[in-house]
Each structure stands twice: as structure tokens, then as C-alpha cells.
């Protein structure tokens, strides 16, 4: 069977839910027996994502080979259960200097380099490329950005030219698009589809499937209406309705039949359909039997929940691993003073992040929650606080701190990695992508792990800084594990404490609703036993305080 390639675009705004969809598609083709990749095409200059600030773009995503991507690859790996590479984001950044590159080398032979063919062509061979780097039976490509935007045409162009090269019976539009409701005349308004279509046709793209985004039902009527004036047939207008959980979506479109009505278009042989593993993960997330917790945040980027999607997700992994419902507060580090009471949740997160704005709360929130007894768990950044605040608490060294909030620290408990110093480019330079670890027996990481050495994914310039090793671990700290040529710290833990581990990778990025993280489901069990303690512990006060006193 030929590879067939489902392009999916997004209409009328951004933020629609494309990653989702495309996420949710793959994961009902998958279960359907087919060989699936997704990719995203991103309209944007930079080359990646990874200079790129979180208040606009939410978080990096990193995949196993270093690449630096768009979170919407994250939401493509929980989905499909599966690792993706950097192939499975392409940037318009990326193709320009590939054209250029191969224009400066001569590779063009004299000829004058244009959008179209040169460009085009880039962009085509980046789609055909994931469809050859590993067998599969479908490719399901989503062009970011909205439909009308400039800097998408070259890649609606590039599809649109894609399509007709692997033929009609191999490649599939679907359009994405809002259905807005107005209070005022208690109407959804079907307009705004009809002008992004519209748009469409004027590129010479026409939908095969029309996903509306809504959050009411879309009656027959107004299928009919999309179907008649935007030339679908009425069984090829899918409602996308807002769901109150993520791992709903799939559910959902399942049950309108999506996978079936593309098997239809593109002459697909589906497997045995197997009851979706998405199934059990809803019900636990609807109807959670050991309550609720609450988990508390800590970062400067609090302000876009997307620089934390991943961790969001993680944490909710942990808590259907625990059949508990988590709730999530987010609290600004720059907002951290004395009078805040982390005693009042039941875990803290310090995550990843750079520079200096926000630090010092951050090492302030660490040191209450380590000395009361909160279970905490540090992410890059965040285990470096810990290491920062230990050293100043415990071992007596004023002034510790990394030489990347302050370069002339006499106490450089963190400082950048060595083959990094001479590294002036920000881009793509940092210590990237998978690398092995070694943990320690009779260590928590090690009870959590359940094994000696395993593979986490980095994104970091600074490193536990060696030389003060031995001074931690006196006081303490305990280095449970380290990279394989003991160069680097990867893992810290304080043995006296109920859960407190940091960490200098990202354990976030490779957890997935069927196959949470050990550490995420390990700390999000520690929430809930450092719950019903506090529970315990105050009903033994209020019993003691009911106790009437004897003469």
C-alpha cells in the first residue's frame, strides 16, 4: 500500500486545537492497526523553538536526537505512544537555509532560486522524508498558523503541489475551523467557515473533511449548510467539541466516525480495531477513587501554562497511575515571600527554566517545603535551586550559587558545562536530546527507576559543579546518580526527607497517559500519602481537643 499523506490545516484563528486533532487522528489510526507518523510544517523563520520565549510559544519540546521543537511534538508522542525525532518538525527557517545553503554551494546550477520551485520543493521532500525514514502506512501533516497568514503559503502551496504528485487516492485535506456562537441571536454562526474555505479554494485546495470547533452540538441543519456551501459531503463535517479532558478528543471523534470516513477517502485497509487504551484513562480522570490532591507549580513562567504542558500532562499521568485527581496551582516565583504557606499542598514542582528573574523565590520555596517535609520534586533548573539552597543551608556556604545568575559567586556550586565556555551561538548548542545515567542502590531514584541504568532527555548549558561534591554529600545530599564517565550529577536526593529528588533532565517529555514516568508516578503517590497523614495527624489533634479534661 502506498503512503498516505492527511494534511491538516487551521482556519479563522489560531489556537484552534490542531495539534490535538492531528494527535487525536493518529492515535484512532494507530489503534486501527496503521503505521503512523505526524509531523508539524511551522511557518516561522527561526530555525527551531529553542530561542524562542515561552510567554509566546509555550514550552521546547526535545526529542530523543536533541531536536529543539514545538510542543505540539509532545502532544503527538502521549498520543501515539511513540518517539518522534526532529525530522517531525519543520520549520520555515529550516527550509530557507537548506535553499540557501545548496545556492551558495552552486547546487542550483546557475538558476535563479524562487519560492516556487526551490522552496516548494524543500518543503515537499521534508513531508516525503518522514514517510521514508521509517515504514508507515499514513503521514498526517499539520501546517501551523492560520489559513490566509503570508508566511503559510509557501507551505499550502508545497502541499497542495504534494497532493496531486502522490495522487488524489493518496493524500487528504482536513480543515480545521471555528463555529462561533453569538448570545445575542442564540445562533452558531457558520460564516467564518464558509471565508476560510473560501480561502482555501483561492489556493486551489479543496477540503476533503471539515472539523468545526465548537462548544455546542452542531445540529443536522448546520451540517447541511457547511456541507452545501463548502462543497463536503454532509457525513464529511465533523463536530469538534470542546471536552473537559485532553485524552477525551479521540473518544470523541471516534464515535463521529473520522477514522472510517478516512479510510473511505483514501482506500484505506483498516486492522482490527482495538478498544482504545484512552478508554480507562477517562474514566479514572472522570471519576478518580482516592479524591483529590493538590500539586503546586513553582515557575517564572506561570503566566502561559503552555511552558509547562508537559510537566501539566506529566503530573496528570501520575495522578491516573494513582486514581487520583490532581489539582494544579500555579504560583509565580517572583511572587514568593515569607508569608506564602507550601505547607498547604500537598507536593511542590520546581521546573525547568532560564536566567535569573524569579531565582530567589524559587531557592525561598525550597527550603520551607525541604524543612517541612512537603514532597518536592526538581526539574533542570529546579534541581539546581535545590542544590543552591542546600549549600547555603546546610553546609554554611553564603552566597552559593550558579555562575549563571551570578558569574562571580565564590561558592559556584553550579556552573556551565566545560565544552560549553566557548560556545557563543544560543542556538541548538545546549546538551541535547537522550543520554544514559547510572543510579545508585539503596537510593529512592533507584526504588523508583527499578533499574541501574536508564535514558532521560536534556536541555541544559549548567551542571553540578564537581568540585563541591564531596561538601554536599557531608551534609546530606545525596548524589544517587550520575552519567556513565561520572562527568555529570544527573540525579540529587535529600535520604532524610519524606520525597525530595531533583533532577537535571526532563522526565516530563517521555511521559505518556498509558505509561506514566516512574518519577512522576512515584511523587504523585507521595503527595497522596503526605495527604492522609496531614489528614491523619488533624484529626488526632481534633479528637485530643474533644476529649473532655479529667480533674
Same mark, same amino acid.
Given at each position: 500500500?502506498?503512503?498516505?499523506?492527511?494534511?491538516? @490545516?487551521? =482556519?479563522? #484563528?489560531? *489556537? !484552534?486545537?490542531?495539534?490535538?486533532?492531528?494527535?487525536? %487522528?493518529?492515535?484512532?489510526?494507530?489503534?486501527?492497526?496503521?503505521?503512523?507518523?505526524?509531523?508539524?510544517?511551522?511557518?516561522?523563520?527561526?530555525?527551531?523553538?529553542?530561542?524562542?520565549?515561552?510567554?509566546?510559544?509555550?514550552?521546547?519540546?526535545?526529542?530523543?536526537?536533541?531536536?529543539?521543537?514545538?510542543?505540539?511534538?509532545?502532544?503527538?508522542?502521549?498520543?501515539?505512544?511513540?518517539?518522534?525525532?526532529?525530522?517531525?518538525?519543520?520549520?520555515?527557517?529550516?527550509?530557507?537555509?537548506?535553499?540557501?545553503?545548496?545556492?551558495?554551494?552552486?547546487?542550483?546550477?546557475?538558476?535563479?532560486?524562487?519560492?516556487?520551485?526551490?522552496?516548494?520543493?524543500?518543503?515537499?521532500?521534508?513531508?516525503?522524508?518522514?514517510?521514508?525514514?521509517?515504514?508507515?502506512?499514513?503521514?498526517?501533516?499539520?501546517?501551523?498558523? @492560520?489559513? =490566509?497568514? #503570508?508566511? *503559510? !503559503?509557501?507551505?499550502?502551496?508545497?502541499?497542495?503541489? %504534494?497532493?496531486?504528485?502522490?495522487?488524489?487516492?493518496?493524500?487528504?485535506?482536513?480543515?480545521?475551523?471555528?463555529?462561533?456562537?453569538?448570545?445575542?441571536?442564540?445562533?452558531?454562526?457558520?460564516?467564518?467557515?464558509?471565508?476560510?474555505?473560501?480561502?482555501?479554494?483561492?489556493?486551489?485546495?479543496?477540503?476533503?473533511?471539515?472539523?468545526?470547533?465548537?462548544?455546542?452540538?452542531?445540529?443536522?441543519?448546520?451540517?447541511?449548510?457547511?456541507?452545501?456551501?463548502?462543497?463536503?459531503?454532509?457525513?464529511?463535517?465533523?463536530?469538534?467539541?470542546?471536552?473537559?479532558?485532553?485524552?477525551?478528543?479521540?473518544?470523541?471523534?471516534?464515535?463521529?466516525?473520522?477514522?472510517?470516513?478516512?479510510?473511505?477517502?483514501?482506500?484505506?485497509?483498516?486492522?482490527?480495531?482495538?478498544?482504545?487504551?484512552?478508554?480507562?484513562?477517562?474514566?479514572?480522570?472522570?471519576?478518580?477513587?482516592?479524591?483529590?490532591?493538590?500539586?503546586?507549580?513553582?515557575?517564572?513562567?506561570?503566566?502561559?501554562?503552555?511552558?509547562?504542558?508537559?510537566?501539566?500532562?506529566?503530573?496528570?499521568?501520575?495522578?491516573?497511575?494513582?486514581?487520583?485527581?490532581?489539582?494544579?496551582?500555579?504560583?509565580?516565583?517572583?511572587?514568593?515571600?515569607?508569608?506564602?504557606?507550601?505547607?498547604?499542598?500537598?507536593?511542590?514542582?520546581?521546573?525547568?527554566?532560564?536566567?535569573?528573574?524569579?531565582?530567589?523565590?524559587?531557592?525561598?520555596?525550597?527550603?520551607?517545603?525541604?524543612?517541612?517535609?512537603?514532597?518536592?520534586?526538581?526539574?533542570?533548573?529546579?534541581?539546581?535551586?535545590?542544590?543552591?539552597?542546600?549549600?547555603?543551608?546546610?553546609?554554611?556556604?553564603?552566597?552559593?550559587?550558579?555562575?549563571?545568575?551570578?558569574?562571580?559567586?565564590?561558592?559556584?556550586?553550579?556552573?556551565?558545562?566545560?565544552?560549553?565556555?566557548?560556545?557563543?551561538?544560543?542556538?541548538?548548542?545546549?546538551?541535547?536530546?537522550?543520554?544514559?545515567?547510572?543510579?545508585?542502590?539503596?537510593?529512592?531514584?533507584?526504588?523508583?527507576?527499578?533499574?541501574?541504568?536508564?535514558?532521560?532527555?536534556?536541555?541544559?548549558?549548567?551542571?553540578?559543579?564537581?568540585?563541591?561534591?564531596?561538601?554536599?554529600?557531608?551534609?546530606?545530599?545525596?548524589?544517587?546518580?550520575?552519567?556513565?564517565?561520572?562527568?555529570?550529577?544527573?540525579?540529587?536526593?535529600?535520604?532524610?526527607?519524606?520525597?525530595?529528588?531533583?533532577?537535571?533532565?526532563?522526565?516530563?517529555?517521555?511521559?505518556?497517559?498509558?505509561?506514566?514516568?516512574?518519577?512522576?508516578?512515584?511523587?504523585?503517590?507521595?503527595?497522596?500519602?503526605?495527604?492522609?497523614?496531614?489528614?491523619?495527624?488533624?484529626?488526632?489533634?481534633?479528637?485530643?481537643?474533644?476529649?473532655?479534661?479529667?480533674?
Amino acid at each position: 500500500m502506498s503512503t498516505k499523506f492527511i494534511f491538516v @490545516t487551521g =482556519g479563522v #484563528i489560531s *489556537s !484552534l486545537g490542531k495539534g490535538i486533532f492531528a494527535a487525536s %487522528l493518529g492515535n484512532l489510526l494507530k489503534g486501527s492497526g496503521l503505521r503512523v507518523s505526524i509531523m508539524k510544517l511551522d511557518p516561522y523563520i527561526n530555525i527551531d523553538a529553542g530561542t524562542m520565549s515561552p510567554f509566546q510559544h509555550g514550552e521546547v519540546f526535545v526529542t530523543d536526537d536533541g531536536g529543539e521543537t514545538d510542543m505540539d511534538i509532545g502532544h503527538y508522542e502521549r498520543f501515539l505512544d511513540q518517539s518522534l525525532s526532529r525530522a517531525n518538525n519543520v520549520t520555515a527557517g529550516q527550509i530557507y537555509w537548506t535553499v540557501l545553503s545548496r545556492e551558495r554551494r552552486g547546487d542550483y546550477l546557475g538558476s535563479t532560486v524562487q519560492v516556487i520551485p526551490h522552496v516548494t520543493n524543500q518543503i515537499k521532500h521534508s513531508v516525503q522524508l518522514v514517510s521514508t525514514q521509517k515504514e508507515v502506512d499514513v503521514v498526517v501533516a499539520e501546517v501551523g498558523g @492560520t489559513v =490566509g497568514d #503570508i508566511e *503559510s !503559503l509557501p507551505f499550502l502551496e508545497g502541499i497542495r503541489q %504534494l497532493a496531486i504528485q502522490e495522487g488524489r487516492d493518496n493524500s487528504m485535506f482536513i480543515h480545521l475551523t471555528l463555529m462561533p456562537y453569538v448570545e445575542a441571536s442564540g445562533e452558531v454562526k457558520t460564516k467564518p467557515t464558509q471565508h476560510s474555505v473560501k480561502e482555501l479554494l483561492s489556493l486551489g485546495i479543496q477540503p476533503d473533511m471539515i472539523v468545526c470547533r465548537t462548544g455546542r452540538p452542531l445540529s443536522v441543519d448546520i451540517r447541511q449548510k457547511i456541507a452545501m456551501f463548502c462543497n463536503v459531503p454532509p457525513e464529511y463535517v465533523i463536530e469538534g467539541r470542546t471536552r473537559k479532558f485532553l485524552y477525551e478528543v479521540p473518544l470523541a471523534l471516534e464515535k463521529e466516525g473520522v477514522v472510517e470516513l478516512v479510510a473511505r477517502r483514501l482506500h484505506l485497509k483498516l486492522g482490527e480495531r482495538q478498544p482504545s487504551n484512552l478508554t480507562s484513562v477517562v474514566e479514572r480522570l472522570r471519576e478518580p477513587k482516592k479524591g483529590a490532591i493538590s500539586i503546586a507549580i513553582i515557575g517564572k513562567y506561570v503566566k502561559q501554562h503552555d511552558a509547562y504542558i508537559s510537566v501539566h500532562e506529566a503530573i496528570t499521568h501520575g495522578g491516573i497511575a494513582n486514581d487520583v485527581k490532581v489539582d494544579i496551582q500555579y504560583i509565580n516565583s517572583e511572587d514568593i515571600d515569607s508569608h506564602l504557606d507550601l505547607t498547604s499542598f500537598d507536593g511542590v514542582i520546581v521546573p525547568g527554566g532560564f536566567g535569573e528573574r524569579g531565582i530567589e523565590g524559587k531557592i525561598k520555596a525550597i527550603r520551607s517545603i525541604r524543612e517541612e517535609g512537603v514532597p518536592f520534586l526538581g526539574i533542570c533548573l529546579g534541581m539546581q535551586c535545590a542544590v543552591i539552597e542546600f549549600a547555603r543551608s546546610r553546609c554554611g556556604l553564603d552566597g552559593a550559587n550558579s555562575t549563571e545568575f551570578d558569574g562571580d559567586t565564590v561558592h559556584p556550586v553550579i556552573d556551565i558545562l566545560p565544552d560549553q565556555k566557548q560556545i557563543d551561538d544560543k542556538g541548538g548548542t545546549m546538551r541535547l536530546g537522550v543520554y544514559p545515567a547510572k543510579v545508585s542502590e539503596e537510593t529512592r531514584a533507584r526504588r523508583v527507576y527499578g533499574a541501574e541504568l536508564i535514558y532521560e532527555r536534556h536541555r541544559h548549558r549548567y551542571e553540578f559543579n564537581p568540585r563541591f561534591r564531596e561538601n554536599l554529600e557531608e551534609a546530606g545530599l545525596s548524589v544517587s546518580g550520575i552519567s556513565p564517565d561520572e562527568r555529570y550529577v544527573e540525579i540529587v536526593e535529600v535520604p532524610d526527607h519524606p520525597w525530595f529528588v531533583g533532577v537535571q533532565f526532563h522526565p516530563e517529555l517521555l511521559s505518556r497517559p498509558m505509561r506514566p514516568h516512574p518519577l512522576f508516578q512515584s511523587f504523585v503517590g507521595a503527595c497522596l500519602d503526605y495527604r492522609a497523614r496531614r489528614t491523619e495527624e488533624r484529626e488526632d489533634v481534633q479528637a485530643a481537643a474533644a476529649e473532655p479534661t479529667r480533674p
